[in-house]
């Protein structure tokens, strides 16, 4: 069980460093004049971010389990 959940947060964590990184490389691309509800539509419109976005939902199913 301590293998498991060591893999677990291993993977978890590669998966959320590789989110912020694919998060930080789309933002600085997108216009900062854009705030709010605006800026977070210009980001759904952009593949790499959702990726990044889906990398975090799973990263978190992982530290959760």
């Given at each position: ?5 060591s893999l677990?947060?291993l993977i978890?964590g590669m998966l ?5 990184g694919?998060e ?9 004049a854009r ?7 210009a980001l ?7 990726l990044a976005m889906?990398l ?10």
């Amino acid at each position: 069980m301590l293998l498991v959940g060591s893999l677990l947060a291993l993977i978890s964590g590669m998966l959320n460093a590789a989110a912020a990184g694919l998060e930080k490389r789309e933002g600085m691309r997108t216009a900062t004049a854009r705030t709010g509800l605006r800026l977070l539509a210009a980001l759904a419109r952009r593949p790499l971010w959702l990726l990044a976005m889906g990398l975090n939902a799973v990263a978190w199913v992982g530290e959760a389990a």
